[in-house]
T-cell receptor, first 118, second 111 residues
Framework: GAVVSQHPSWVICKSGTSVKIECRSLDFQATTMFWYRQFPKQSLMLMATSNEGSKATYEQGVEKDKFLINHASLTLSTLTVTSAHPEDSSFYIC??????????????FGPGTRLTVL | GQQLNQSPQSMFIQEGEDVSMNCTSSSIFNTWLWYKQDPGEGPVLLIALYKAGELTSNGRLTAQFGITRKDSFLNISASIPSDVGIYFCAGQLFTGNQFYFGTGTSLTVIP
């Protein structure tokens, strides 16, 4: 299957600082990537849809100024958590959409980034 | 967003037993995906379903796309300890390209 990488795999930062997380599709081009947040023992919560070359679409309740998303190329999307606070501590996972000419849409996930804000 | 109800929420089974879990929705979906997630890792795609009634296998795993398009189920036969993890279903509507996730089923296999 398609491979998606994420960097860093874990990060610890001080409150008030900004953290950038990268999501890369390694062996395919992804016009659409998704960013999720996951709390312990809970399901994945979609934060935003990232489209290459255009602005991201944020889910209701997600602050676009706090979670900056940039999808500058077909293989890279970045999520920047600005002015991070302890409540932003979570597991952040990206995924890349793979679509063909037929109805075979699917998505592959990165390994996730564990963010801890002190 | 769409609500996908997944059941059971958790399962504790003996090694060698078969497992069955399902996912239901009030909406009609175009695609169903099943994922497995290990602690601290991203979900890994197990099976993808694209047609109503479709039955697809991947080793000991079998999944079906419900005829009504509102449900899907996943079966695991002859469970082994490495099957332990959280299983998620995900559905995609005919409109839009995002997937909506179920609440997850936590599987524990007792050796």
């Amino acid at each position: 299957g398609a491979v998606v990488s994420q960097h860093p795999s874990w990060v610890i930062c001080k409150s008030g600082t900004s953290v950038k997380i990268e999501c890369r599709s390694l062996d395919f081009q992804a016009t659409t990537m998704f960013w999720y947040r996951q709390f312990p023992k809970q399901s994945l919560m979609l934060m935003a849809t990232s489209n290459e070359g255009s602005k991201a679409t944020y889910e209701q309740g997600v602050e676009k100024d706090k979670f900056l998303i940039n999808h500058a190329s077909l293989t890279l999307s970045t999520l920047t958590v600005t002015s991070a606070h302890p409540e932003d501590s979570s597991f952040y996972i990206c995924s890349a959409r793979v679509a063909t000419s037929g109805p075979t849409d699917t998505q592959y996930f990165g390994p996730g980034t564990r963010l801890t804000v002190l | 967003g769409q609500q996908l109800n997944q059941s059971p929420q958790s399962m504790f089974i003996q090694e060698g037993e078969d497992v069955s879990m399902n996912c239901t929705s009030s909406s009609i979906f175009n695609t169903w995906l099943w994922y497995k997630q290990d602690p601290g890792e991203g979900p890994v795609l197990l099976i993808a379903l694209y047609k109503a009634g479709e039955l697809t296998s991947n080793g000991r795993l079998t999944a079906q796309f419900g005829i009504t398009r509102k449900d899907s189920f996943l079966n695991i036969s002859a469970s082994i300890p490495s099957d332990v993890g959280i299983y998620f279903c995900a559905g995609q509507l005919f409109t839009g390209n995002q997937f909506y996730f179920g609440t997850g089923t936590s599987l524990t296999v007792i050796p």
